[in-house]
């Protein structure tokens, strides 16, 4: 088996009166993709600042690559590691173009084909229109894209990202999703980290949820339904009142009329159940989103969230 292309180890985070990560042990794998998920401060940014060596850690180990990534032999590595951070800033009085032909030099291109790579790149993220206007000019948004374009430089073996979809409008944010995917089956391992949940689980093979440093909860999204035993929530159509009267289903019966919160494990057996009954017209079947997900862990963790259509505030 291939070994990890990042790998934190008892890793510790500490400041004079902080503890920004405690004992954080995680792995990601070529082509994995991870979601980083928790509260204003709940040590997401850094870690991802270690992964990347700005930061050394307390205690623990990190390998990036094979290699401590604060090492000398680092240097050439971080030529293949593409970051955005989550404050994007660049140089006001630049052109988009300027800017980015200038990151593209910075990850080691030369020579005539510099420009035309982030000519490719603007175009990638929908900022070629605005590519000889100074950056002053661009929308938070526009900006972001820029931000996107410059951590996709090179392709990169491994992408750190940090609420890259902030100021995205839902076409843009789509487009980019397409764009992990695409990174993905090239190779190429994300750690994603968000606070607008939705949409976010169907591009995303585990998630890591931190809170005040610590890792509350680390796996796939059906490991970690099955950890939280959160029920599966069935809305069968035309049956009405027959689910009241039937001794198999009250049970499962919730104050919402013909709703079910059914344990996964009784999913299959319940389905079959309502299958077989003559005056079903259609079924709907609705597992635990990330979102829900997220909210339960948070709460056994006595961390106050709500969770909305938007996102997570706190």
Known sequence: ????????????????????????????????????????????????????????PTEGSIEVMGMSPESVEAWHMRSKVGYLPENVSFYEQLTGLEVLTYFVKLKGGSG??????????????????AMKRQVKTYSKGMRQRLGLAQAFIGKPKLLLLDEPTTGLDPIATADFYQTVDQLKTQGTSVILCSHVLPGVEQHIDRAMILSSGKVLAMGSLAELRQQANLPVVIKPVGLNGSLCSDSKLTGFLTKQANVLHVPEQDKLATLRHLLAHDSLHDIHVEPANLEQVYQYYLSIDGQPSQVTKAGVQH
């Open 112 to 129: 005539k084909k510099v420009q035309q790579q982030a000519i490719e790149l603007l175009e990638q993220v929908g900022v070629a229109h």
């Open 1 to 56: 088996m291939n070994s990890p292309l990042v790998s934190l180890t008892n890793v510790s985070m500490k400041y004079k009166k902080l503890d920004a990560l405690t004992s954080v042990n995680m792995t990601l794998n070529q082509g994995e993709v991870l979601g980083l998920f928790g509260h204003n401060g709940a040590g997401k940014t850094t870690m991802m600042k270690l992964i990347l060596g700005v930061l050394t």
